[in-house]
């Protein structure tokens, strides 16, 4: 069996507007899976962070309906041990970004619980809301 | 020693005892901070694509405030805030094109040009106070109490901005130590808590916590000491109930602690204090001999 990828960058819209939003270039990372090992969160995400990048890279689709990119918190671990000086941060808040200004923003404030939003440090929701919301 | 301060938000809602037992450590340290006559939020989180730029405005007015105020450096507490406005600082040194274009569509109060530093009050105990100083200030050493810190990810990442090494950090330790405690240590210390993630996906913050604590736990620790009041709050609220959870402290209480001043005047309760089997012991002891 025979299956062919189109790995042309012309074609692939989502992965021109990601490297453009997150300044990185996709085609240096050499799927060492560091990133992956090191995400603190890599369990409860849908796809590894070097997975995302490959299925970005050959443009399969599917790839803004993960919930991965919701996962990242930034961190930075990963971007701290890149042997190629990928910010995957910056990739995950481009997807978010993109994801955001196609289908809206992913968390409302008013359907927070009234508790939740007493006890929480300011921090907390600001940074909540500017990573889930447009 | 005269310092500007830049509190932020969370210091004045969630955090206030982190900025009562800081300015306490720090008037017996002969350190003054002067809160900024003005400030605003400082954004939270660093805008990480072109798309925003006008979000690097949040923390780019607080250092346009500051030079208009006089001051080339400004301490903080809060990891997050420091975070943001040490990476948009930096962003203001090595791309100014960037904010020249920003600025020239806001007002021209926000002139800025990237000649201040941004100091967490960390680095100023490790460089400035010195942890020799700190030393001879103590008063009652935590001797046999065992403390677990935790830096978490804004101390230390990026490394661009970051007040230590990012894989093997040592100054939280080299503080613990120097005032008599035992410091427990793994390899979770530097692992992200889960941050923001409490507000709608507060499993994925237990599950870190509760991993991390752990970690301190089978170590021996009997507390966690830490720096950020986003952490603070994680590790406070979602350690599993069953069991009991490690209390948390940030490491200016822990400084008063050791300098002998009164939990009172660190934002500590009865309660907290009963939590630390050594300090309880000691007090009591204390108590005893005041009463023979
Ligand atoms: S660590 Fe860097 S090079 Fe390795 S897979 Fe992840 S993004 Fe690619
Ligand atoms: S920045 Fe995101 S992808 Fe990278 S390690 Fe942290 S949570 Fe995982």
Redesign the interface.
């Known amino acids: 069996m025979s299956m062919t990828i189109r790995a042309d960058s012309q074609a692939n819209e989502l992965l021109q507007t990601v490297e453009?939003?997150?300044?990185q270039r996709l085609a240096a990372c050499y799927q060492c899976g560091t990133c992956a090992a090191t995400c603190?969160?890599v369990?409860?995400m849908d796809l590894p962070p070097d997975r995302l990048i490959q299925q970005l890279r050959f443009g399969l689709p599917g790839v803004l309906e993960r919930r991965a990119f919701?996962?990242c918190?930034?961190?930075?671990?990963c971007?701290?041990r890149c042997p190629r000086a990928i910010?995957v941060?910056?990739v995950m808040?481009?997807l978010r970004?993109i994801a955001i200004r196609e289908r809206g923003d992913r968390?409302a404030v008013a359907q927070?619980p009234a508790a939740?939003l007493r006890?929480?440090?300011?921090?907390?929701?600001?940074?909540?809301l500017?990573?889930?919301t447009g | 020693m005269q310092l500007a301060y830049y509190p932020g938000c969370t210091i004045k809602a969630s955090a206030r005892q982190h900025e009562q037992a800081a300015l306490a450590i720090l008037r017996a340290l002969g350190v003054e901070l002067r809160e900024m006559a003005e400030w605003n939020c400082c954004g939270v989180v660093h805008t990480l694509t072109s798309a925003n730029l006008i979000r690097h405005m949040a923390p780019v007015r607080v250092l346009a405030r500051l030079r208009q105020q006089g001051a080339h450096e400004v301490v903080t507490l809060c990891d997050m805030c420091f975070n943001t406005l040490a990476r948009a600082n930096l962003l203001a040194r090595q791309q100014p094109e960037q904010f020249a274009a920003i600025s020239a569509s806001t007002d021209s109060e926000l002139r800025y040009d990237g000649d201040a530093s941004v100091l967490h009050l960390l680095q100023v105990l490790r460089d400035r106070v010195g942890l020799a100083a700190l030393r001879a200030r103590v008063r009652r050493p935590l001797r046999e109490l065992r403390v677990y810190p935790y830096y978490g990810c804004k101390l230390l990442r990026p490394s661009t901005v970051g007040i230590d090494d990012p894989e093997i950090p040592t100054l939280l330790r080299d503080l613990l130590e120097a005032l008599g405690a035992t410091v427990i240590e793994g390899h979770l210390q530097t692992r992200c808590c889960g941050a923001y993630q409490a507000v709608d996906q507060p499993e994925l913050v237990a599950e870190r916590v509760t991993a991390t604590a752990a970690q301190a736990r089978a170590g021996g620790a009997e507390a966690i000491v830490l720096s950020c009041p986003l952490c603070h709050f994680n590790f406070d609220t979602l350690q599993p109930r069953n069991g009991a959870p490690l209390p948390v402290f940030y490491y200016t209480q822990v400084i008063g602690l050791a300098f002998g001043l009164e939990p009172e005047e660190l934002g500590l309760e009865t309660r907290q204090i009963d939590q630390l089997p050594p300090l309880r012991q000691r007090d009591r002891a204390q108590a005893k001999g005041g009463a023979a």
């Open positions: 453009a939003l997150s300044g603190p969160f369990a409860a919701w996962v918190v930034g961190c930075d671990s971007a701290e910010a941060p910056r808040e481009a970004l968390l927070l939740t006890d929480l440090p300011p921090i907390a929701l600001v940074a909540s500017r990573r889930n």
